[in-house]
């Protein structure tokens, strides 16, 4: 169950290649670093040089893969995914890498993002490839397309497949003997690259190339795809993504690790710039500065150092408290944020507190933490939001809740002060967001803040849409 009020993360790619190794700890440690990115599922790839072995399983990381498990998976090549579903039931059958056939034998993908025109290309890949499609995720159509798509090599099959895919992928793709990466033209989910032992590591975060103890080398460009294999490395960048960039906003908001490097910045710092922002747009007077644990920290100790307030732990969150198979009942729903979180009566007491979050998606955190600090016994209580109103739904790969449940476009910020039960509340505006993550004119999609998205989408697209007429 979750029961953070956030918008959810999509997915996290790992990839491998390294000669003198196996690399199926490597693949495993960085999905773990990952782990964040999505808890549905998880899966490992890895090919010796013969054919491609895979394991991939509902569960966490750490559930899926055991020392034994590891071990049956050789090879100095490999692919690792993490998984969130957003588009395609939570089914085993969803899990990846997956597996696709094509002229160039067997190939294994891992894919974060949202491709918001997959339905139209399994029609047509249908009719053009004679494609069988057997499972509901739109990563299957980005499988059998790598894998069917004409081209003499990888480079002309990636740009094949970029003239044809609308949407947000950042993919790890392996046949038996080479690791393809490739980024989307407009960029919209992250993806680096590092050197380690000798080798070539790939990971949705420079987080995960830290944990790994692997040398970050770079970003990936909008529209590059990179090519390893044991003659070296090569990349190139697909011309028309030049002038395009997307990168998700909400990444530096709160999606990405803190300590992890986004556009060349550390999301901690842009993060502590996002808080500062907010305050400089609304100031409010108040005794202590409180960030929502723990994701909000670095907008609150931005905001406090702007502010001159001092900044205080005032809550603190119980570390165990996380996503669990167990399907919540009403009880256990209400008493979410309760086990989560617990205020400290001796802080809170008779202050004016100032409490920071970096997003509301349908406010049922902020409103509980509220209601604890009233009892508590806090005087005042401030709320400013690290971010601006979410008004619009996602369709690149982050589940936003349904335009029904997104309080912010259904309500006036007025309303929802009330509504929380807050003295005050603010957002950061949308052009105090651009300032804060220093970006260039549209370098970055606020599609879920302002209704301008870098590609026309289907308003309320169902994710659910491929799982008609799926049998399991
Ligand atoms: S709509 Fe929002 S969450 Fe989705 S890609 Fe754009 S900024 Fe990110």
Not at 201 to 224: I, K, Q, Y
Not at 327 to 334: G, L, M, N
């Amino acid at each position: 169950m979750n029961i953070d009020d956030k918008p959810r993360e999509e997915c996290g790619v790992v990839g491998a290649f390294i000669p003198s190794e196996n690399v199926a700890r490597t693949v495993f440690f960085g999905l773990f670093a990952l782990q964040h990115r999505g808890q549905e599922s998880a899966g490992i790839a890895t090919s010796e040089g013969d054919e491609i072995r895979l394991k991939a399983r509902m569960g966490l990381v750490s559930q899926v893969f055991h020392e034994e498990t590891l071990v049956g998976l050789p090879g100095h090549l490999g692919i690792g995914h993490t998984r969130y579903s957003t588009m395609g039931g939570s089914k085993e059958y969803n899990a990846q890498p997956l597996i696709a056939n094509g002229q160039r034998g067997e190939i294994a993908v891992g894919h974060n993002g949202n491709v918001i025109n997959a339905a139209e290309l399994r029609v047509e890949m249908t009719e053009e490839f004679g494609s069988n499609f057997e499972k509901s995720s739109d990563t299957e159509v980005i499988a059998e397309l790598f894998a069917k798509a004409p081209g003499s090599d990888w480079f002309e099959v990636s740009a094949y497949a970029m003239r044809r895919l609308k949407g947000a992928y950042s993919l790890v793709i392996m046949t038996k003997d080479q690791l393809i990466a490739v980024r989307d033209p407009l960029g919209i989910r992250p993806l680096c690259l590092g050197t380690l032992n000798g080798g070539w590591v790939v990971a949705s975060e420079t987080a995960a190339l830290d944990n790994l103890g692997a040398e970050f080398v770079r970003e990936f460009e909008n529209g590059e795809t990179v090519v390893i294999d044991h003659s070296g490395i090569q990349s190139q960048i697909w011309s028309s993504a030049r002038t395009n960039h997307a990168m998700c906003v909400f990444e530096q908001i709160y999606f990405a690790r803190p300590d992890s490097i986004l556009n060349g910045e550390l999301a901690y710092e842009t993060r502590q710039r996002l808080g500062a922002e907010v305050y400089r747009e609304h100031p409010v007077d108040a005794d202590i500065v409180v960030g929502i644990p723990d994701s909000s920290t670095p907008h609150a100790v931005g905001l406090a150092a702007e502010a001159k307030i001092p900044y205080t732990e005032a809550i603190i969150r119980n570390r165990y408290v996380g996503r669990t198979f167990i399907q919540p009942d009403q009880r256990s729903r209400a008493q979410g944020v309760q086990t989560k979180f617990n205020p400290m009566r001796g802080v809170i007491s008779g202050k004016r507190i100032l409490v920071v979050d970096d997003s509301v998606v349908r406010s049922t955190t902020i409103t509980r933490v509220i209601k604890m600090l009233r009892k508590a016994g806090a005087k005042e209580i401030h709320v400013r939001v690290a971010s601006p109103p979410i008004k619009s739904t996602c369709h690149f790969g982050v589940d936003m809740a349904t335009l029904n449940e997104l309080i912010a476009a259904n309500k006036t910020v007025t309303e929802i002060t009330e509504y929380i039960g807050a003295d005050s509340l603010a957002y950061l505006s949308v052009e105090g967001l651009l300032r804060a993550v220093r970006a260039p004119e549209n370098s970055y999609c606020t599609g879920c803040f302002t209704g301008n998205y870098p590609i026309p989408v289907q308003l309320e697209m169902n994710k659910m849409r491929f799982e008609v007429g799926i049998n399991t």
